[in-house]
């Protein structure tokens, strides 16, 4: 006797579900990272207005800031810039409109700035911040700043870096921004 040929069973091939969480699964994760996140609010919160140290910051910075506010609604930012650094946060609105965004300024020695007067411009952080885009330099990093000899502008305090320029200075000023190059 031969052998009879049998027909091989054709499998047919199922297509293969992505591996997809069940919708339970996302909801019980989903509400579990909100209660997680509920319950870090309320610690922060709760370390807020209890904590010694960070009450300042609701009595003493929000409240002053909103009592400005509503002292003088019709100031500008700018303005109210003013109100609460002085004089010196104006002389960097001078700068911030007499230079372009892509400059970078080398700044007078720290030194210098404490005789003329100036305190919150002596710390990189401040005035990085209310320069930006604009990078800035002190005159006291120039042997280790990568941006030194980038710089386009000098701010001159009481006649520092006139002698940077390579032109003449008509009416020189106490307080001048000054392209090191025209």
């Known amino acids: 006797m031969k052998p009879e040929k049998t027909k091989k069973k054709e499998s047919v091939v199922k297509p293969q579900k992505k591996d997809e969480p069940s919708k339970g699964l996302t909801f019980i994760s989903g509400l579990f990272f909100n209660l997680i996140g509920g319950v870090i609010a309320c610690l922060a919160i709760y370390i807020l207005f209890t904590v010694k140290g960070y009450d300042w910051l609701y009595n003493t910075m929000l409240k002053n800031n909103f009592e400005t506010i509503e002292k003088y609604p019709d100031l500008s930012v700018a303005e109210r810039y003013e ?17 372009p965004d892509s400059a970078i300024i080398i700044i007078p020695p720290r030194k210098l700035l404490t005789q003329a007067g100036f305190k ?24 280790s700043s990568a941006i030194y000899k980038q710089a386009n502008y000098i701010l001159s305090v009481n006649g520092f870096g006139f002698d940077r320029v390579n032109y003449r200075i008509d009416k020189p000023e106490a307080f001048m921004i000054l392209p090191l190059k025209k």
Not at 88 to 94: A, H, M, P, Q, R
Request: glycine share 8%; aromatic share 18%.
């Open 83 to 99: 109100l609460k650094w002085g004089g010196e946060i104006g002389y960097i609105n001078k700068v911030k409109k007499q230079t």
């Open 120 to 143: 919150s411009t002596q710390e990189l952080p401040w005035l990085t911040y209310f320069l930006y885009p604009r990078k800035v330099v002190y005159e006291d990093d120039k042997d």
